[in-house]
């Protein structure tokens, strides 16, 4: 055969890791049924069970074609089922997350993409942690760590995570405001090659507050934080009601979106490119994607998970890591 024939990925050299995420969700559904469209991109480790990927897949193999299977033979046969809450099902999806820090250290892979967990179950097994974001910040001493959601219109940064509604305006202070902006503002640079980003910020409050009248945070904490900024990035806007912040962004406005809460990026994210979402942890020395949906646990193992979302992950993963060795 021409060589000449057979395409080369501009990804080939790049190594990624996957993890299962939690073994009864859908995570090994969407890993097997993405296989197809991704095995040629780049060079995959799938760190997982082999005996759950077998059943999710019903493939015969579980590697091949630039794919390696990392088995850690860690899920009970007996009794086990795809949509079941249990803290054994939870740690095993840690136990996936610690190999693939561990492949990360020794440079075995350059990047990773991680499939859902149940923060449920990881709680149940002992792990007092809201999700992967807040586990790997602690794992890689990342003094700075930051989630951005996003699909092909839209990214948001997130200044606050995974916190009741609540307990968001007391949380909202205008150092982690400045933060969060900073450090997306970088890795729009680096991971994204975007030379002069356009950054809009978010108020809190419906309308902005409407000066004052719904509200004081924009006034006495995010307006401040703004302004502090101005001498960083050059295009800088806010705070503009979310609904206005957003729409601009979607036509093309802006570059990335900062929101004050989780569901202020969600809900728009969802909307407009639900399979097409990715959330990126930013402030690690690494790239790690993952797809914007749970466990799904209600159809784990009904074969109807849309690996849409995490083939999207794994792209984002490989365009930003090939990105990172330009810089």
């Given at each position: ?6 395409p ?26 993405a296989?197809s469209?991704i095995?040629?991109?780049?060079r ?12 999710a897949?019903g493939?015969?193999r ?11 033979d ?23 997350l ?7 250290r ?5 990047c ?10 990881i ?12 586990y790997?910040?602690?794992?890689n ?9 996003l699909?092909?219109?839209?990214r ?9 509604v ?32 356009r950054?809009v ?18 006034s006495?904490?995010i307006?401040?934080a ?13 705070p ?37 979402g ?23 193992g009904?074969?109807?998970a849309n690996?849409?979302s ?18």
């Open positions: 055969m021409n060589s000449k024939a057979v080369i990925s501009k990804y080939s050299r790049i190594k990624v890791g996957i993890t299962f995420g939690d073994p009864s969700g859908i995570g090994p559904f969407i890993i097997a049924k296989l469209r095995c040629g991109l780049a995959f480790a799938i760190i997982g069970d082999r005996w759950v990927f077998k059943r897949s493939l015969a579980a590697a091949g074609g630039g794919l390696n299977f990392i088995d850690l860690n899920v009970a046969h007996a009794d086990f089922r795809f949509g079941r809450i249990a803290p054994e099902y939870g740690r095993a999806s840690m136990e996936y610690d190999k693939a820090m561990e492949m990360i020794h440079k075995k892979v350059d990773l993409v991680t499939g859902p967990i149940s923060k449920t179950a709680n149940l097994a002992g792990y007092r942690y809201s999700g992967h974001t807040e790997l910040a602690e794992k001493a990342a003094d700075k760590i930051g989630m951005m959601l699909n092909d219109g839209l948001f940064a997130l200044v606050t995570r995974h916190i009741s609540k307990q968001v305006p007391q949380a909202l202070t205008a150092h982690k405001i400045t933060a969060t902006t900073l450090l997306a503002y970088s890795s729009l640079k680096k991971a994204f090659l975007i030379k002069e980003p950054i910020v978010c108020g809190l409050n419906p309308h902005a507050s409407d000066n004052g009248l719904i509200g004081r945070e924009e006495q904490v307006a401040p703004v302004e502090s900024l101005r001498s960083k990035i050059r295009y800088i806007e806010g503009l009601p979310a609904d206005a912040a957003i729409a601009k962004a979607k036509d093309g406005k802006y570059d990335c979106v900062i929101a004050m809460y989780h569901d202020q990026a969600m809900i728009p994210l969802k909307l407009l490119g639900r399979d097409k990715v959330n990126l942890t930013l402030g690690l020395d690494f790239i790690r994607t993952s797809p914007l949906h749970g466990t799904a646990f209600d159809i784990a009904t074969n109807q690996p849409g995490f083939i999207e992950a794994v792209k984002l993963a490989l365009q930003c890591t090939l990105n990172l060795k330009k810089d």
